[in-house]
Nanobody, 119 residues
Framework: QVQLVESGGGLVQPGGSLRLSCAAS????????MAWYRQAPGKERELVAA???????DYADSVKGRFTISRDNAKKTVYLQMDSLKPEDTAVYSC?????????????WGQGTQVTVSS
């Protein structure tokens, strides 16, 4: 089984920064894609940022220029650096990992971490 451990969420003032991390563990052959999603109350879950094993990235328009996704393949960890945070960024952020084994690829989700941006 693959385990995902998220950290870095919390309360921050507008304009502040947070850095989320998600570490994967288990007998994983490779991780083609890692991503962060978020969901605010009453809203649809949305992709925030994604990164492939080839370091190709994708960002939601609302976070471009403010958020940066990166990965450490040796540590099997994905990071989300969030700068210039706005109240609209308040949501539960969840890590998503596509993990490849010898014969198949499966998708795993972290438990989610709360990010609150407020004065």
């Amino acid at each position: 089984q693959v385990q995902l451990v998220e950290s870095g969420g919390g309360l921050v003032q507008p304009g502040g920064s947070l850095r989320l991390s998600c570490a994967a563990s288990g007998s994983i052959f490779s991780i083609p894609r890692m991503a962060w999603y978020r969901q605010a109350p009453g809203k649809e879950r949305e992709l925030v940022a994604a990164i492939t094993s080839g370091d190709s990235t994708d960002y939601a328009d609302s976070v471009k220029g403010r958020f940066t996704i990166s990965r450490d393949n040796a540590k099997k960890t994905v990071y989300l650096q969030m700068d210039s945070l706005k109240p609209e960024d308040t949501a539960v952020y969840s890590c998503n990992v596509d993990a490849s084994f010898l014969t198949r690829t499966r998708t795993y989700w972290g438990q989610g971490t709360q990010v609150t941006v407020s004065s």
